[in-house]
């Protein structure tokens, strides 16, 4: 037989159909293999398609019978171009057309990258925690991503993070690196956002989805919350009320830029991306070299927000927020009754007012050190971590002895990721800041951020804390204090400057490694300007942070209810200060809602203001455990009625605490209608007695009258709020 053109379409034809049939025995035999990841209510499920793409298959409320998940693609009709809209990993430059979590440049300089599943393995970590690894590989270029997928039974959260590994004979770029990348499926999507500025922190915007991509991010670097957090809920089908719907929470754990995208994609499902942000990072890797991203948080519940908070606030005690079983100091702060301005005469009677006043430890603030550029201000001295001899002769070790013969502890303000210009240090090592080599230098509080991608920098750093203690070893807390942003981002080390961002933050973890790996549990404040920076990475190394600098009460009432959506009550230090317009009393009960502090001139307080605030700080510590440690409900929203109200309860639904508060100051406002507590033992009866009142002051509430968890659910307590009364606290008790 002779060989012509038509003998080689009918060899390719009957090739054709041999490939056809091979893929339809496929189709029809091959075992998909699915890996769901488990909590206690929740399933998210992930499928090895034929061709060994890694998809999301569901991710929602756990179906009785784990067997029907494989069904669940089949009863969508949705026309996906690509097959993989719902890519567990979306890589760029194959298939895709949508948002990727990875893209890359290879070392021959090709920008595609197609994961396929290589294998998976489950490890239980203990009792409650597993940790799910998925090996993904490109099977044209040696490079492989692992996916880490933590989960946390009980409390329903799971962290995801990736290792991207470069195996190349050559340089790869990493153009974008996201951690995790979610797939959810709802007739809408919901999102709620925080937005902010300096004392205007977690302002939030709720909005529907609409297609396209949207981008919660921020370039920021150091106080990187300033503008946006990364914390932020997706509400599926219709927003979700504090007690209903189906509610997704997230965050990167990451304290510098990230980015989160939320895309709407054609087929209407939700995707979204988020992790370290890629702004002007392209990171790259050598041979055998690999990046590990940051971890990114989240939580899913279908009884609404109030459910996923408590979920992820006993979460972040039990496994992030540093101490988060442990206890807390009460404390007075010296920044707003001095700021700059005093000496050590002055501290010392801020020392007795400590005592005084009753808390545990007096906390001394900015300008107590630099000499040749003395901190007298904010414009000059930041760098120079030597006490300032004309304030403090004798140093901090005078006052740490003298806070011990006054039987109270001693903390200390410092802020050592940043230098003014006006400094010895910036005189030293010009080299050591962030800084335009050939650009003016711009300023942000008149300072600028050292650079911590510089090892000679983090063993700088690392002293100044670790120089404090050695020489001060009484010393029992330190507040962290992050003022600047990066402008003219620029290391004067790297060769790369596009690693500048991501180095940065390693570096200032490598510095707090160091420091809790000699000081496992001394107390530290994560502050930034007010809440400029926290994150639950961050949280791994400080027991709490500041939320605002705005002190305000009634502002607090905002943004402490926001905050609490996402950060346990222990971890948010909370100040009494002369903010506001309310009275003493209305202020400190709103402080009392967390890590109880005060930063007021005790000495001016009349006679019945400081016998409040004295026995304040005995009735917080009667009832603290319960806040730091208790269920935190929010019954009554600010932002919808007139009366703010929070109750916390403690496991046994024995004990609790209700806080309600006047939030409209309109004629004749107040709690007209009982207000529904919840959380209780319906058939357990209670009493509720007013508590924290201001001396002479007596209460319009019969704290001797007894009711059902049943009636007080439902019918709810009215806690007699009106002007006269605009801040009221009730402990609720179990009656035996
Ligand atoms: C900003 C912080 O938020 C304040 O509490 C105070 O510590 C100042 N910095 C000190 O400069």
Known sequence: MGFNSSNLKSGYKSAALLFLFAVAASATFAQETTIPIETANNAMVLQVAKNKDLNTIYFGVKLSNAAEYGKVPGVYNQDDYTGMLNSAYTSSGSRNLVEPAISVTHADGNNSLDLKYVSHNITKVSDDVSLLTIQLKDPVYDFEVTLYYKSYFKDDVIEQWSTIKNNEKGVVTLNKFASANLYLKAGSFWLRQYHGDWAKEMQPEETQITHGVKTIDTKLGTRANLFEPSVFMVSLDKPATEDEGTVLYGGVEWSGNFREDFELDPTDNLRII?????????????????????????????????????????????????????????????????????????????????????????????????????????????????????????????????????????????????????????????????????????????????????????????????????????????????????????????????????????????????????????????????????????????????????TDPIERIFIQWEYSYFYPAMASANHVTDWGKQPLKFRTDVAMMGRLGFDIVVSKLSGSDLQFAQDAVKTYNSVKQTIWQGDQYRLSDPREKNVASIMYLDAAKANGVMFNYLVNYRYDQGSKTPIRLKGLDPKKNYKLKEINLYPGASSSIDGEKTYQGDFLMKVGFNPQVNTGRSSVVLQISEIN
């Open 274 to 550: 988020a992790g370290a942000n890629n702004y002007a990072s392209a990171y790259t890797l050598k041979t055998g070299e690999d990046f590990k991203t940051p971890a990114v948080w989240y939580t899913l519940s279908d009884k609404g927000r109030g459910d996923a908070s408590r979920k992820l606030q006993s979460w972040a005690r039990n496994y992030k927020l540093l101490d988060g079983k442990g206890t807390r100091m009460t404390l007075l702060n010296n920044w707003e009754s001095t700021y700059f301005d005093f000496n050590e005469q002055k501290l010392s009677e801020l020392l007795k007012d400590t005592k005084k006043l009753g808390v545990d430890l007096f906390l001394l603030d900015d300008g107590w050190f630099a000499n040749k550029y003395p901190r007298n201000g904010d414009h000059a001295g930041l760098g120079d971590w030597q006490e300032n001899k004309s304030k403090l002769p004798n140093g901090i070790a005078a006052l740490v002895k003298e806070s011990q013969t006054d039987g109270v502890k001693f903390g200390i303000w410092i802020e050592p990721e940043m230098v003014n210009p006006k400094s010895i240090l910036y005189e030293k090592h010009p080299d050591w800041v962030v800084k335009q080599p050939k650009r003016d230098e711009y300023y942000f509080r008149n300072q600028l951020v050292l650079d911590l991608t510089n090892p000679k920098v983090q063993d700088f750093v690392f002293n100044i804390v670790d120089s404090l203690f050695v020489k001060n070893p009484g010393l029992a807390f330190i507040k962290w204090d992050c003022n600047a942003v990066i402008y003219n981002a620029y290391s004067a080390r790297l060769k790369d400057q596009s690693h500048f961002y991501v180095d940065y933050v390693r570096g200032l973890y490598k510095v707090l490694e160091r420091i809790r790996a000699k000081y496992p549990v001394v107390p530290m404040m994560l502050c930034s300007g007010g809440g400029g920076r926290v994150d639950y990475a961050a949280l791994q190394y400080f027991t709490e942070f500041w939320p605002s600098d705005n």
